[in-house]
Structure formats: structure tokens, C-alpha cells
């Protein structure tokens, strides 16, 4: 392989983490009401555009043959969807920066969302001042991953493993709620709990289009997810589901339309309302840019080798781990979507005896022969697969991974 395939697949890579990157402080943005991280969701566009054009550059010098132009067709149309992915970041930016409005109940309801966004300064002389990221390993440790640090006036978005924290750093995670204590708890801050609304009479008639708001939220980011899981493992069945998940969101989209001009009808004011149209939108369009991307397993195309060897190498990673007799997560039970012991993933699908179970609630209990698909950071690959009952080996020639048994 020559340096024009590994630098698309770097390409590749960095583009996708780049947009998710964009939706999640987009969304923390519209959480805190933060003006400076919206706008460095529209710097981070820019980053994103100049990404799409030079693979599509490259794209179009490597097609040589029929052939090669119908493997690029795939890639570009992967690159499509990921740039969708980042206007819908932009969308929800421009809520804050254009003060469209949103109510707080939505700005609370939004704390209970599978994953949130959590902000914490780090106090002097606490756990994590002058450490790495990489050597705290908060993914693993507390179900939170760093997406960006405020360093006195400026920002450090999407920080290498080798940033280490020093007081008075703001940092914005995302991850399980579950873990917003320990966090916390390492970096010296004081206990936190989720601000009342207040009075909230006004809203009453919002109530459902705020509910429904967050389960979109919800909906649209398991469905890009599935939608990475379906292209890395060529699974039909995963890329049905992605359909079903979009086919959803238009449906609950329509719904908060209805609710919100209902809504309007009543307010003397309807301008504060306008965000959650806004929302609701950039939501749907995350699920059509999910769709997008799993056309190219429902239309049969051959994929080109460079995808998958792209959405295996970025910084959250998609696996799929059998559950062997015996081990330590055989007979355990999950809650919230937590795998395991400090391994920071979470779970997307469960599949048992022919049938799935995508992104599963509540509290689950596992069995051996039970087939996870599951999304988390890579550094936490090797415990999972460890709790699953195997040892993970990589064949860097073909990047592909291999379960060792741990038991014979």
C-alpha cells in the first residue's frame, strides 16, 4: 500500500472524530450556554471542510481504473455523511450563538440523556494536576472522556493522550452520568447535583416536545454509532436498524413540530422557542446522515479496505466480543449501558440466540454465548475483551484483531 491510501485513512479518521467532536461540544455548548465553545464548533468547520475537499482530491486521483472508481465511489460517499454530520454540529451551535432559545427544562431534561456533557475546573492540588490524560485514563476510570479543555482564555479541543491537566484547566466531558461523581471527585471539586427548573407552569404545554427533544438526542447518536458499527462489520442487520432509528426520529420530529406551534399559539412571545425547532432538525438530520452511510451495506457495495481500517483507528472504537463461559462478565448484569470493570465502553447491541437487542435500558443481564457490539476508548479494548474471556491480539499487516480464549 502506498502513502496516498494511509493518509485518506488518517483522513478518514480524523474527519470522523472531528465531527463527533463537533456534536459533542455543540451540544455542551447549548447545555452550559457557552457562547466561546459554540463558536469553536464553527472553527472546528472549518477544520472539517478543509478535511472533505483533500479527500475528495484524493479520492478522485485514485481512481484509475472502473473499478477504483467504484471503491471511491463508497469513500466519498462516507465523507458525505460525515460532513452532514458537522453541519448538524454547526446547527445546534448556532442555537447558543444566534440566541434562538431554548427553555430550561430542556437544558435539564438534557442531563438525563444516555451520554451528557459535564464541565469541572480542576482545583490545585487535586488527583489529576500534572498528569496526562493518557496516564489517568479517565475513560476507563469514571465513563467520561475529555472533549475539550479551557485554559485560561483559550481552548484545546479534542487534546492529545500526552495533554496534562493543570489547575484551574476547565474541562468538558462526555460520558455516562454515572460517572460525573467520580470525576469530579478527582479533580477536587465539590459534589454536583442537576439545578431545579423552578416554575415551570409556563411550559406545561412543552412538556412532551422537551421529552421527546432528549430521546431524539438519544436516537440520533446511537444511530451514527450503529451506523460505524454496520460499515466496520458489513452487518445488514445493524444497518436495518439504523433505518428503523431514522424512520423514528421523522416521525418524532413531526411530533414536536406539532407541539411547538401548538405551544406558540399560546405564548405572547413565541420567538424563545425557535431552538427547539432548530434541534429538533439538526437531530434528524444526524439519523439521515446515518442512514446515509448504511446505504452502502443495504445497495451491496463493495467497501473499500480503507474504511474499515479508518473507523477501527480513531479515537472512540466499535467491537464486537462474544461472552465466554466462565468469565467475568458471563452471569453479570449491566446498568445503563456500562460494560465491565473500568473499561469505559458502552453498549450499542446485544444479540442472543439469533435475536438483537439494540442499545439495550435499564439493567441487563449477561450469558455466556451472548455477542456484544459495543463502542468505547481504544485504550479500554483489551480489558473488555479480558472480562469477555479472551485476549486480544492485533495482525498489523491486515489490522485485523484475533480472540484468544484465555481459557483452553
Not at 441487563?364 to 472480562?387: C, H, K, M, N, S
Request: glycine share 8%; hydrophobic share 45%; proline share 3%.
Amino acid at each position: 500500500m502506498d502513502d496516498r491510501p494511509r493518509n485518506l485513512k488518517a483522513m478518514l479518521s480524523e474527519a470522523k472524530d472531528t465531527s463527533e467532536l463537533m456534536v459533542d461540544l455543540g451540544y455542551a455548548a447549548l447545555f452550559f450556554g457557552d457562547a466561546d465553545m459554540a463558536d469553536e464548533v464553527l472553527d472546528l468547520e472549518d477544520k472539517l471542510n478543509e478535511l472533505v475537499h483533500e479527500m475528495r482530491a484524493v479520492c478522485v486521483l485514485a481512481a484509475r481504473s472502473p473499478r477504483d472508481a467504484d471503491h471511491m465511489s463508497g469513500v466519498l460517499h462516507l465523507v458525505g455523511a460525515i460532513e452532514r454530520m458537522g453541519n448538524a454540529a454547526v446547527d445546534i451551535a448556532k442555537i447558543v450563538t444566534h440566541k434562538l432559545g431554548i427553555p430550561p427544562a430542556l437544558v435539564n431534561d438534557l442531563a438525563a440523556a444516555h451520554e451528557v456533557s459535564h464541565r469541572v475546573r480542576v482545583r490545585e492540588g487535586s488527583a489529576v494536576v500534572g498528569r496526562s490524560l493518557d496516564e489517568l485514563e479517565l475513560p476507563a476510570e469514571t465513563g467520561m472522556r475529555v472533549v475539550a479543555i479551557r485554559r485560561s482564555k483559550d481552548w484545546i479541543a479534542d487534546p492529545d493522550d500526552d495533554e496534562v491537566l493543570r489547575a484551574n484547566d476547565v474541562l468538558i466531558t462526555r460520558g455516562a452520568a454515572e460517572g460525573i461523581a467520580e470525576l469530579r471527585e478527582l479533580t477536587g471539586a465539590p459534589a454536583w447535583h442537576v439545578a431545579a427548573s423552578g416554575d415551570t407552569t409556563a411550559l406545561t404545554d412543552l412538556d412532551r416536545a422537551v421529552d421527546v427533544l432528549v430521546e431524539m438526542k438519544n436516537v440520533s447518536e446511537a444511530a451514527v454509532a450503529l451506523a460505524y458499527s454496520a460499515l466496520l462489520f458489513k452487518d445488514a442487520g445493524l444497518a436495518a436498524e439504523v433505518v428503523s432509528l431514522e424512520d423514528r426520529l421523522d416521525e418524532m420530529q413531526e411530533h414536536v413540530e406539532v407541539w411547538v406551534l401548538r405551544s406558540a399559539a399560546e405564548t405572547i412571545d413565541p420567538s424563545p422557542l425557535r431552538g427547539l425547532l432548530h434541534l429538533s432538525a439538526a437531530a434528524e438530520e444526524l439519523g439521515n446522515a446515518a442512514q446515509q452511510m448504511v446505504w452502502l451495506i443495504e445497495a451491496g457495495e463493495e467497501l473499500h479496505p480503507v474504511l474499515a481500517a479508518a473507523l477501527g483507528d480513531s479515537d472512540d472504537v466499535v467491537v464486537k466480543f462474544p461472552v465466554a463461559a466462565g468469565s467475568a462478565l458471563a452471569g453479570t448484569t449491566v446498568r445503563a449501558g456500562q460494560l465491565g470493570d473500568d473499561t469505559g465502553f458502552h453498549l450499542l447491541a446485544l444479540r442472543r440466540g439469533g435475536r438483537s437487542t439494540m442499545r439495550p435500558r435499564g439493567v441487563v443481564a449477561l450469558e455466556a454465548g451472548d455477542e456484544l457490539i459495543a463502542y468505547g476508548p481504544w485504550e479500554g479494548r483489551d480489558d473488555l475483551a479480558e472480562q469477555c474471556g479472551y485476549r486480544l491480539v492485533d495482525d498489523e499487516d491486515t489490522g485485523e484483531i484475533e480472540l484468544i480464549p484465555l481459557r483452553a
